[in-house]
């Protein structure tokens, strides 16, 4: 057996009425864990080694209190201390690799894993985690099976209360996971768990970010990031933008926003951009457009599709207002963010 493990979460875990994991509340999970704290996990639970996920008992916590205060994990063995405490059921969710998840609990503790920042986007492997998820309703009396929703509703009345029904989606919302330092959210709602959001991020009321997709340093988000997508450093998307979640026009070839990037609002890239590009606002650029490249006196150097350009740094895009074509110049205006935007993050 390897002397490490890629991760490993205590979390606090909701059923259906069949017993499956719903939504699993990773409050520490961890990356890259010592031997030390791996044997712990040998020694005072059922955890025999890959991925594995475990009920624990009261029993279980105890010892597990105990071997990870003795493998100096401090902050671990609290957690598994305070948990014992739990009127719900208390998981832990060991992966050995990084695979493809094979139940609810593994999924939800690579989102967290995501949005704790531990993880970039891109950087464990999800793949086919959305047929493990449960449709669930995510509502003022915690996730309930949909299918079970009716019911929970009815009974609610009957004893005199409403069930607030936020949303009914296989994805909760991130900030009820874990809210990073250094960020700022206008509606919760538009916030998906598995989201990465960076130090100096402002998701603003018309910002959305999917799971697996965000930002990795300060960013101005007033549009949409869609699943998968990653804006680097010091990129802003105006309000109402669109960023597609692959190459558009079919494939697999996932785009990203590079660094110090403008993409105007209700503009769209099904493209990918390099760094310190500019997309004119309200111009939707998909991979097939065919873009007039021009020189420094405005004259068209050639034509190309725009998937050709795409990830290439210092570009402006635009529509020219005059003939309807789209125009590609080289950008010579290094976008500075708005310093007093971000300076309150
Ligand atoms: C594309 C954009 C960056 C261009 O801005 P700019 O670099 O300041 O350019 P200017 O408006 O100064 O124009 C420069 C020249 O290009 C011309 N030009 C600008 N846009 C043009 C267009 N779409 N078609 C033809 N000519 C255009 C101007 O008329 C001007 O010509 P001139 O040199 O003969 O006077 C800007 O229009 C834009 O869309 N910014 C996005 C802002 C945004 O959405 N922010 C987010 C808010 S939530």
Known sequence: MSNTIFAFGLGIGTQNKEGNWLEVFYSAPCLHVEKGTLDA??????????????????????RLHMNLLKAGN????????????????????VLATDEAPSNPAEVYLKLQLISHRLVQPHNTVLDGMFGLLINTAWTSE??????????????????????????VDKFPKMLNFIVPTGIRVGDAARIRLGAHLAEGTTVMHEGFVNFNAGTLGSSMVEGRI??????????????GCSTMGTLSGGGNIVIGVGEKCLIGANAGIGIGLGDRCIVESGLYITAGSKVAVLDENNQVVSTVKAREL???????????????????KTNKTAIALNEALHAHN
């Open 41 to 62: 996990l040998l020694e005072s639970t059922n955890y025999e080694g890959g991925n594995s996920t475990l009920v624990l008992e009261e029993g279980d916590l105890n």
């Open 310 to 328: 795409s990830g290439q740094s210092d570009l402006l895009f635009r529509r020219n207002s005059e003939t309807g074509a789209i125009e590609c």
């Open 142 to 167: 915690g996730p309930i099976d949909v299918k079970e929703l009716a019911d929970r509703q009815l009974s609610a009345r009957m004893e005199g209360r409403t069930i607030e029904v936020f949303s």
């Open 226 to 239: 869609s699943a998968g997508v990653v804006v680097g450093d010091g990129s802003d998307l105006g309000g």
């Open 74 to 93: 401090i902050e671990q063995a609290e957690l598994a201390s305070r948990l014992k405490a739990s009127t719900k059921p208390i998981i832990l969710c």
